[in-house]
């Protein structure tokens, strides 16, 4: 009996221990995972969506326009506003490069690029959409990228590619087209003929149409037929991930920034290209991605955690060089992101992977971020390490606690004090605790799946204690949430989307949820309209501005929202649901069936997004207006 109660103690203390996280294990996985996707034909290099790049050897074929003047374009980015720059109108682009259409519009020169890639095979073809400027040139040019351990030659209008990687390949290449010359090892075609690139696959003319067209067949058709009615909503946010997906050489890794434009802008290392990744920004991509690329959903959400600071948080943005915002954060959206990626791939080493840092990240806000219980958006000063801009700008100061919220310039922080001590805002935001009280509980989920027991309770106190102390900033007499001044000890009366972020949390009641939505998100005095949600009240003296985030309308806003509405199950609340999806819907099409542009903000009042300058015309979380009706539509699960 003794020795029956012995064995049974014993069992139970093994019980109660804590599981052993392999972390070894799961990088391991990922490391296979990018060496499985940074490979074959595609647009990898940001520095121009008309560079095809065969990865891992970084092999590249270059197209360049010309005119008869002498002048030539060798960059080109969707939605350039730079003088003199090509206009870029996006068609359908597979993640892997298996099928690529793009047309540019350049001095007078109007052409259509195609590609079709299998393996070490790629064709492109480019052909005239008008009768295109007289003199024009169509410039092909055979190159090796990013120092890469490669041979090329070129006689004519043919080309051999050798790498030492592995000195049994040799790839040949021949252009078809009205050739000109060969300058300088560039091959020189007229623009008003089409040309056709072949590279490892000898085709004529007539079999690299049939090859380009029976790739465009599989890729996209098979999307129309998936997504039926829903297609278009698909295709913007398939379309914009895909173009934006590129391959970057100072880290190794496949990634999708928000635009290549920033990419290149904030590149300490323009001749390698450069990226950045913004924090929410980018686990917002991971979770549309997840729709239908598991390895591109893990490869950014893992990158972006992977920027990670010293003092533990996932910053506001992260870049080459070791350049990062080591002063703030930015929403915590990551295991948001995580645990719905998780349901859908039900793969513990990719929770593995992420779970440590998470943990970090979550105790830093409690332990850098609060005042009288609650969180604050604030700034802490560091030592300098790279010198750069916006390792100064607004550090310790309000307008870095704005940078923190990710809502840069909006009303709600205006005229806030800054306490210097502490890093913080003098103000307890509802949607940062709102996020933090979301965090929190999924984080514990998490942990339970991965047999983290302590951190599981500790996760669930915190969650509790949170959410007892943010019951407070509600006010009977609005039926609305409030931020909440700590120096004058009053609510603070300027409000955007985030003060719906409760709904996330799961706090308010159903009978709170749909007054504060009656009242509120429906009312057309404050967020309700044809088009919506704008980021500040229209009722607010901000909202006129129409600059950023004072008056926009911002998808990431709507998303969230959203999200917060799918916890209710009501009558009122689920066909509020369904009419925010129809509107956000509406105006991610407007502009995307005149244009194929996916803009970073919009109009609140006439639902354009290139009436500014300050709106970035392919920027990817624009798609989550249209991820918000796939869920709705029971195409995300």
Not at 172 to 190: A, C, H, P, Q, R
Not at 360 to 382: I, V, Y
Not at 504 to 530: I, R, S, Y
Request: proline share 4%.
């Amino acid at each position: 009996m003794m020795g029956f109660l012995l064995l049974w103690l014993i069992s139970a203390a093994l019980q109660a221990q804590d599981h052993k996280i392999n972390t070894a294990s799961a990088r391991k996985q990922y490391d296979e995972l990018q060496r499985s996707i940074a490979k074959g034909w595609n647009t990898w290099d940001t520095r121009s969506v008309l560079r095809h790049v065969l990865l891992p050897y970084g092999l590249g074929v270059d197209i360049h326009l010309a005119t008869s003047d002498g002048k030539r374009v060798d960059q080109f980015f969707i939605g350039d506003r730079e003088k003199g720059s090509a206009q870029m109108r996006p068609g359908a682009h597979s993640y892997d490069g298996y099928y690529t259409d793009i047309t540019a519009l350049w001095n007078g020169l109007k052409l259509r690029v195609e590609s079709a890639a299998e393996g070490l095979n790629n064709v492109v073809i480019i052909t005239p959409q008008a009768e295109n400027a007289r003199g024009g040139k169509v410039v092909v040019s055979v190159k090796n990228l990013w120092q890469r351990a490669n041979t090329i030659s070129t006689k004519n209008n043919t080309f051999t590619m050798q790498t030492l990687a592995d000195t049994t390949l040799k790839l040949t290449g021949k252009v078809l087209g009205d050739f000109i010359e060969n300058k300088n090892g560039e091959m020189i075609f007229s623009a008003d003929q089409p040309v056709v690139i072949t590279c490892g696959k000898a085709l004529t003319a007539k079999q690299a149409r049939q090859w380009v067209d029976a790739h465009y067949h599989y890729f996209v058709l098979s999307n129309k037929n998936k997504y039926g009615k829903s297609y278009e909503e698909y295709n913007a946010m398939q379309n914009v991930l895909g173009w934006d997906n590129i391959y970057d050489p100072t880290i190794n890794k496949v990634i999708t920034p928000v635009s290549r434009i920033w990419n290149v802008g904030w590149s300490n290392n323009p001749s390698l290209g450069g990226f950045v990744l913004f924090c929410w920004d980018t686990y917002f991509a991971s979770l549309m991605l997840s729709t239908d690329n598991k390895a591109l959903a893990y490869a950014n959400a893992v990158e972006i955690t992977r920027g990670i600071t010293e003092q533990g948080f996932v910053p506001n943005f992260y870049t080459e060089s070791n350049y990062k915002s080591r002063d703030r954060s930015q929403p915590p959206v990551g295991t948001f992101t995580a645990w719905n990626i998780y349901q859908k791939y039900k793969e513990k080493w990719f929770l593995e992977l992420l779970y440590d840092d998470f943990l970090k990240w979550n105790r830093w806000w409690d332990q850098n971020r609060q005042t009288d219980g609650l969180l604050c958006w604030g700034s802490t000063p560091f030592e300098p390490v790279t010198y750069r801009w916006w390792e100064f700008d607004g550090v310790n100061e309000t307008f870095g606690g704005a940078l923190e919220s990710g809502l840069d310039n909006s009303q709600m922080y205006e005229g806030v004090p800054f306490d210097k001590q502490r890093h913080q805002q003098k103000l307890n935001d509802v949607g940062l605790n709102s996020l933090y009280i979301m965090d929190c509980n999924l984080l514990a989920r998490i942990a339970d799946e991965l047999g983290q027991r302590k951190d599981a309770e500790e996760l669930r106190q915190r969650a509790n204690a949170y959410t007892a102390r943010l019951h407070r900033l509600w006010d009977n007499k609005t039926s609305f949430y409030y931020n909440y001044r700590t120096d004058t000890k009053a609510f603070s009366p300027r409000t955007s989307p985030t003060n719906f972020y409760p709904l996330l949390a799961g706090l308010p009641t159903n009978k709170q949820a749909e007054d504060m939505l009656q009242k509120h998100l429906l009312n057309p005095d404050e967020f309700w309209g044809e088009w919506v949600i704008p980021a500040t009240p229209r009722n607010d003296p901000a909202f006129k501005e129409n600059t950023y985030w004072r008056g926009r309308i911002w998808a990431p806003l709507n998303f969230l929202v959203y999200m917060g509405l799918r916890n209710y199950n009501t009558p009122v609340i689920s066909d509020v649901r369904r009419q925010l999806a129809e509107k956000s819907k509406s105006l991610l099409l407007k502009s995307w069936t005149a244009d194929r542009y996916v803009f970073e903000n919009y109009n609140a009042t006439t639902g354009q997004g290139d009436d500014v300058r300050n709106s970035d015309k392919f920027y990817h979380w624009g798609a989550l207006l249209g991820f918000i009706g796939l869920i709705e539509q029971g195409y995300y699960n």
